[in-house]
Every structure is written in structure tokens, then in C-alpha cells.
């Protein structure tokens, strides 16, 4: 039985539903112990369907990389409830295993099925990113790992809570497993919260409305978001278009890894096809794959951005990802640099789509978090874990420059304030800057990269790591624009400044009090042909010391000069 639904009332429900999942986002950043969460927004909270698991609606603050994530792992809650035969209001299951709900052992999901007068209606999920979850290097982002267990502890899912009753021997096990058990408690309680505000609030609109017709609302919306999907597909026109990138390597072994896509167009349907793309790796730059087909989502969505985000955008796509490939590894390959990966799917996807639709692609971004950590033990012996990621340039596009110092287009995180963090930790920024000549030129040049200094100023040595990529292989610009500076990591020691046999990954960097490391981020890549740019603009960049002089005139002549006499 279907219950129609007029398209005022529709209008309504999409809104009070979104207002859901945004406000259980807020309860959870204000709540978050952790910077990485309350600060950089990395986490994301959602509806999904009952059976099937599909994303409903998500929150507008979240990761975008967890709208199509984030079903997988409701999913494997589903499959695990049917397994127990026991599934009842005011469960809560929890996991981090990311071969099964996608992304990294970082992302800690909280998965609760919400029932309605007796009747379970969908499921609420929270996911947040843990500041430690224990393996061999803090922070979890091992450079160097060989399989899952020396990334983090491994938990698969299980009952947090049985019928609203939470079982402490999990959070037990839970702050056992961690080097900030503090901050992993704030987190997880922040996280419950949310879920517990997401149960008041469904509650409150479904006794105004009524079960059947929210139901048909979703039901709705996702059919709507199909006919949109398909009438922007209908409007391109057919054709294949193929695209390749490179990872810089593994973390084990110094050797480029290609990720490569089949675009094709047919009438009102899509495929991404990546045949050719390299084998799964012995380092951590392999992806599980749940968070494959998550990343093709997340391009679709930056592609088509007047798309509402849920599952039904997705039914005219195909996404065909190799088995063996790096983009599906099994468990327990390890998976703790999918950040870099999913950024180079995207870059190709856009590149492979330029071909399709020029207008609507920008240049590659930066494409690379730089996942960078630092730790130690502060004078009065108490330890401390200093983990970040870093922001760089957006790639320019038909409409304009790409942004400067932007974060990566996998989330509408922002990146943690500098005060924040030398509030927080042992350390101080001595240049938190942009980086100069860091952007692809073009028509419109792509936005600039930063440069990071940071310094040591307690104890009596500290530990780093950096997982980065972009330091072999530039982003790059598309109709005709340039590719962008590269990305540079320098440490320094007592006999000066060195740099990470593999550019772009290293683990136990040693540094003393004193000491410092310092990150320089690519820019975007540019778009459109550089001899187009208008001196005027070459003029401004270069009066505000965004392009030197020297790079003015090498890429784009010395008509510039003109302008500023």
C-alpha cells in the first residue's frame, strides 16, 4: 500500500528531515572531546532505510564521503542483527571495521534502529573520527603498516547497548584500546547523544505526521532524486572518456600506483569502470569496497550538485570496481590512507568527466590530507598526541580561481584552527601561511597551497609520522590549465633539514625540543588555456604575492606589466 504525497507536504518532511540529521551533526561537534571531530567536523550522522540500508537523508555538515559509506554500514548491522534473531528498540551496535562499513579504523560508527509505535521504521547512525584507536603508531594514519591489526584495534560489529541497557564491558574493551581514553569517552558519549536527540526528534515528527506518510516522503524522494539523475545524464551526450592518475606508492615499496577510469554515458545512464587500476598494495593506501563506491558517489554529487543526497541518485550508475585492485581490497589489507586514494579517485572521475562536460568539472585539487602526527610527553610527564590533517589548493574552474587553502573536497570538514591546536598541545606554528607559486596557471588559475612550520616545546623528544601523497605526482589541470606545485615535507635534526625517502610518508621521525617540521601543500590545478588569462589578473596575483614575477612571466608572458605602470 502507497500513500501519496503532495509536493507542499513533501517539501516539508525533506526539510524536517535534514534539520534532523543536521542537528544530531551539531550535538555531536559541540559535544566531541577531540579536535578532529569538534573543530574539523569529521563525522556525519544520517537515516537509513530498514532493510536495505540505503541512505534516506544525511546531514549537510558531515563528510559527504560517508552518504553512500555509511549505508554499507548500516548494512552490516542489518546482516548482523538477522543473524542474531534478536534485534529490539534501544539497541545500539558499534564498529570500526572499516572492510565492512567502509573508510578507516579511525571512524568509529554507531549504528540504532528506530522504531515507531512498536514497529521498526529505519535506522539512525552516527559516525564519528576517534582521535586514537590504539596500533602501532598514535593517531592510526601508519604509514608503514602491512596489514589491518597494526593499524588500530579491530572491532567488529557488536551491541553497545541491548533494549537501552549499555553494556560497560564494551567500553571497557573500548578505553583499553586507546592512548586518549578521555577523549575517546567524550566522543562516544557525544555520539549517543546525538543518536538519543535523532530518537526524540523522528518521534516528535512522525506522531505530527504520521508513519505512512513520512515513509512515503523517503520513498519519494528517492525516486525523485533517480528522474533528476537521469534527465542530467539525458542532457550529456554519449560517449567514453578515460582518465589516469597516480598514487606516489605504497608507504612499503617506492613504486607509482596507477587509478585509472572508463567513463562512459549512455543515454540516461553512467558507468565508471576502473579496469587497469593497480593491484592491491602491501602498504595502506588500499580501500575497502564500500568506500570505493562511495567515493564515485561523492564525485557524482560534486558533478550534479543540485542533487539531493540519497541513495536514489545512484540507480542510473554503474560502478564497476576490479577485484584484486586496491580499490577492493579484503580484510585484513590495510586501509588507513584511504583518504589519498578516494582523492585520487576523484581526480580522475573529474578529469574523465571533463571530456563529457567541461563546464561542470574542476581542475584536480590538491589531493592530499597530509595526515600529519605528532607526539610525545609534555615536562610533567603526561603524554600527548598532536593529529592533524592540513589544507591546500582547489583547482580552478569555468566560473573562476580555485580557493586558496581550501580543505579536500571529500568533506566540507574545515581544518582545525591553529590556536586551537597550540592551545591543546606542546607545539607552536611558526608559519601558517600560503605557499607562493603553488597554483596550476590558466584561464583561471587554481587556488594556492599553504606552508606549515611547526615546532616542539616541551619534553624530551617527540615522535612524528606524515601520511601525504601528491609528492610524485602533481594535481592537474584540466581544459587546457596547468598542473600545481607538488608537496613538500621537511623535518629537521641536529644536522639540519631532511626530507622522507618516499616524499610524501614517513614514520618515526625522532625530534627533540626545539626541533620542528614543516609542510608545504600543493595547490589546484588550473583550468583553461593560460595564455587566456586577462593581464589585469596576472597583476593582481602577482601585487599580492600569490605568483611571483618570474612565474608570471614564464607562464602567462609580460603583458602584466603593463598594468601596473
Not at 534539520?19 to 569529521?42: G, S
Not at 543526497?309 to 584511504?338: E, H
Amino acid at each position: 500500500m502507497t500513500t501519496d504525497i503532495d509536493p507542499i507536504t513533501l517539501a516539508v518532511l525533506a526539510g524536517r528531515m535534514e534539520q534532523i540529521a543536521d542537528e544530531m551533526d551539531a550535538t555531536l561537534f559541540r559535544a566531541a572531546f577531540n579536535p578532529i571531530i569538534a573543530e574539523a567536523h569529521d563525522a556525519s550522522h544520517g537515516l537509513y532505510h530498514a532493510v536495505s540500508g540505503d541512505t534516506l537523508v544525511q546531514g549537510k555538515s558531515g563528510l559527504p564521503i560517508f552518504v553512500g559509506v555509511m549505508s554499507f554500514a548500516v548494512k552490516a548491522v542489518i546482516d548482523k542483527a538477522a543473524e542474531n534473531g534478536d534485534l529490539a528498540d534501544g539497541d545500539i551496535y558499534i564498529f570500526n571495521d572499516a572492510h565492512l562499513g567502509g573508510t578507516h579504523l579511525s571512524d568509529m560508527r554507531l549504528v540504532r534502529p528506530y522504531y515507531y509505535d512498536g514497529k521498526l521504521f529505519c535506522y539512525l547512525a552516527s559516525v564519528g573520527h576517534w582521535h586514537d584507536v590504539g596500533g602501532a603508531v598514535p593517531g592510526n594514519y601508519n604509514p608503514a603498516a602491512t596489514d589491518a591489526f597494526q593499524e588500530a584495534f579491530i572491532l567488529p560489529p557488536v551491541r553497545l547497548a541491548k533494549a537501552g541497557v549499555v553494556q560497560t564491558d564494551i567500553i571497557d574493551i573500548l578505553m583499553r584500546n586507546t592512548r586518549l581514553p578521555q577523549s575517546a569517552q567524550g566522543d562516544l558519549n557525544g555520539q549517543l547523544g546525538a543518536l538519543d536527540l535523532g530518537v526524540r526528534r523522528m518521534d516528535e515528527l512522525l506522531a505530527e505526521y504520521g508513519a505512512a506518510t513520512v515513509r512515503a516522503a523517503l520513498d519519494a524522494l528517492q525516486n525523485s532524486a533517480e528522474t533528476l539523475m537521469r534527465a542530467e545524464l539525458t542532457a550529456l551526450p554519449d560517449g567514453r572518456w578515460t582518465a589516469t592518475d597516480y598514487l606516489d606508492n605504497d608507504g612499503i615499496t617506492d613504486t607509482p600506483l596507477p587509478i585509472t577510469v572508463t567513463l562512459e554515458i549512455s543515454g540516461d545512464t553512467m558507468t565508471l569502470d576502473f579496469e587497469g587500476t593497480a593491484p592491491r598494495c602491501a602498504g595502506p593506501v588500499n580501500i575497502a569496497l564500500p568506500t570505493a563506491v562511495a567515493t564515485a558517489y561523492v564525485a557524482i554529487k560534486h558533478i550534479f550538485p543540485a542533487l539531493p543526497a540519497n541513495a536514489g541518485v545512484m540507480r542510473p550508475i554503474t560502478v564497476k570496481i576490479p577485484q584484486g585492485s586496491l580499490l577492493s581490497a579484503p580484510f585484513p589489507a590495510p586501509v588507513g590512507g584511504y583518504t589519498e586514494t578516494i582523492l585520487r579517485m576523484i581526480d580522475v572521475i573529474f578529469t574523465a568527466a571533463a571530456g563529457a562536460a567541461p563546464d561542470r568539472v574542476v581542475a584536480n585539487a590538491y589531493g592530499t590530507i597530509n595526515a600529519l602526527s605528532i607526539s610525545g610527553t609534555r615536562d610533567n610527564g603526561k603524554p600527548w598526541v598532536m593529529f592533524s590533517f592540513y589544507g591546500g589548493g582547489h583547482g580552478g574552474s569555468l566560473d573562476g580561481d580555485g580557493l586558496n587553502h581550501g580543505n579536500a573536497p571529500i568533506s566540507t570538514a574545515t581544518i582545525p584552527p591553529m590556536e586551537i591546536l597550540e592551545a591543546a598541545y606542546p607545539v607552536m606554528f611558526k608559519q601558517w601561511a600560503l605557499r607562493p607559486d603553488s597554483a596550476g596557471v590558466g584561464t583561471h588559475r587554481g587556488g594556492l597551497g599553504a606552508i606549515y612550520e611547526i615546532e616542539v616545546l616541551e619534553g624530551n623528544g617527540a615522535k612524528a609520522f606524515l601520511f601525504g601523497e601528491r609528492g610524485r605526482h602533481a594535481p592537474a589541470g584540466v581544459a587546457g590549465g596547468g598542473d600545481a606545485a607538488l608537496n613538500v615535507f621537511h623535518y629537521e635534526q641536529d644536522d639540519g633539514w631532511h626530507s622522507p625517502p618516499m616524499a610524501s610518508k614517513m614514520v618515526g621521525i625522532q625530534l627533540k625540543k626545539g626541533q620542528s617540521v614543516r609542510l608545504e601543500t600543493p595547490g589546484g590545478g588550473g583550468y583553461g588555456p593560460a595564455s587566456q588569462r586577462t593581464p589585469a589578473a596576472v597583476a593582481r596575483d602577482v601585487a599580492a604575492g600569490l605568483v611571483s614575477a618570474e612565474k608570471a612571466d614564464a607562464a602567462y608572458g609580460t603583458a602584466w606589466r603593463e598594468v601596473t605602470q
